[in-house]
């Protein structure tokens, strides 16, 4: 039997990517090292330990404080993007605008030399 011959297409979102390195993936791991150095040892996962039900108690009271920030700024940027829109937009109107004028004055001038001659 003849072997037989195709083609695959997949799209690029489906490949999974193990490992993807930044700058900010370097300098993010480069400052975690000593903390996880740390806590393999055994007095670290007793502090660990000790210290997780107040961590967990610190992120819950502090969700309120950090989803208003979230929010907070997330309007600002939404308002910002709009006013940028809106100069950009009145700027396109004034551009508009002064083609119009500038073409009423080329066509007032070709009436007022044919009213001439």
Request: net charge positive; proline share 3%; charged share 20%.
């Amino acid at each position: 039997s003849k072997p037989s011959y195709g083609h695959l297409r997949l799209h690029r979102n489906t490949i999974f990517v193990i490992e993807r390195w930044s700058l900010v993936d370097g300098v993010w791991n480069m400052a975690l090292k000593p903390t996880d150095m740390l806590l393999s040892t055994t007095y670290g996962q007793t502090a660990q330990s000790m210290a997780s039900p107040y961590v967990e108690a610190a992120i819950e009271v502090s969700k309120p404080a950090l989803l208003t920030g979230k929010l907070a700024l997330s309007a600002a940027q939404t308002g910002a993007g709009f006013g940028l829109d809106s100069i950009s937009t009145a700027a396109k109107v004034l551009r508009v605008a002064a083609d119009i004028t500038k073409q009423q004055r080329k066509d007032n001038a070709n009436v007022a030399a044919t009213n001439r001659n």
